[in-house]
């Protein structure tokens, strides 16, 4: 079965940096798009970012220039490099991806940004 598993989220003060990570199993990682998203107390799961098999990437407008979406297909990977961390981007982070008209989603990982 699919499976992502999260990780690298933790305690931040405004602008420093976190690096999150999605490993995937029970797919054949490399042909796959793959997403994250977040939710924040009390807010609708928003897009973060996405990156496609080929690695073409696209960002919400919010993240980009500071957000960092990467994968490496040998660990069955995806990465979330964020930079200059905001408040408002405290939430928790879950990584996804959609087999054969499924949407799977990890367990999450909370990023929480405050001094």
């Known amino acids: 079965q699919v499976q992502l598993v999260e990780s690298g989220g933790g305690l931040v003060q405004p602008g420093g940096s976190l690096r999150l990570s999605c490993r995937a199993s029970?797919?054949?990682?490399?042909?796959?798009?793959m997403a994250w998203y977040r939710q924040a107390p009390g807010k609708t799961r928003e897009f973060v970012a996405r990156i496609t098999s080929g690695g073409s990437t696209n960002y919400a407008a919010s993240v980009k220039g500071r957000f960092t979406i990467s994968r490496d297909n040998a660990k069955n990977t995806v990465y979330l490099q964020m930079n200059s961390l905001k408040p408002e981007d405290t939430a928790v982070y879950y990584c996804?991806?959609?087999?054969?008209?499924?949407?799977?989603w990890g367990q999450g990982t909370q990023v929480t940004v405050s001094s």
């Open positions: 996804t991806v959609s087999v054969v008209g499924r949407d799977y």
């Open positions: 029970g797919i054949i990682f490399s042909v796959y798009a």
